[in-house]
């Protein structure tokens, strides 16, 4: 079971990254996916989650607008679309795969997590 991240790099503030995980077969096609990050300091929270067929999406409140999700099951392939980016949006962002099909917010149901990718923005 793998999953992995890539896309972060170093943009200024209004700027736009989009980042990709892909996952191995068996954990993808019928699990919904995660977003989450971890800022210097702080815990790791949620940013957004997709179903497993893309069919509905969710956001926090503080990317909602500027954050977009969505997967190619073919792929087997996530993506976080990061636009108006800002300051605070640095941090290592990671995918993780649920346990269910439905997605949500809930950490404790996302058994699989990859290795993170780095997103800095500079004011």
């Known amino acids: 079971v793998q999953l992995q991240a890539s896309g972060g790099g170093s943009v200024q503030a209004g700027g736009s990254l989009r980042l990709s995980c892909a996952a191995s077969?068996?954990?993808?096609?019928?699990?919904?996916m995660g977003w989450f990050r971890q800022a210097p300091g702080k815990e790791r929270e949620f940013v957004g989650a997709i179903a497993w067929n893309g069919g509905s999406t969710y956001y926090a409140e503080s990317v909602k607008g500027r954050f977009t999700i969505d997967r190619d099951n073919a792929k087997n392939t996530v993506y976080l679309q990061l636009n108006s980016l800002k300051p605070e949006d640095t941090a290592v962002y990671y995918c993780?795969?649920?346990?269910?099909?439905?997605?949500?917010?809930?950490?404790?149901?996302?058994?699989?997590w990859g290795q993170g990718t780095q997103v800095t923005v500079s004011s």
């Open positions: 077969r068996g954990i993808f096609s019928n699990n919904a």
């Open positions: 993780a795969a649920n346990r269910y099909s439905r997605g949500g917010s809930f950490q404790n149901d996302y058994p699989y």
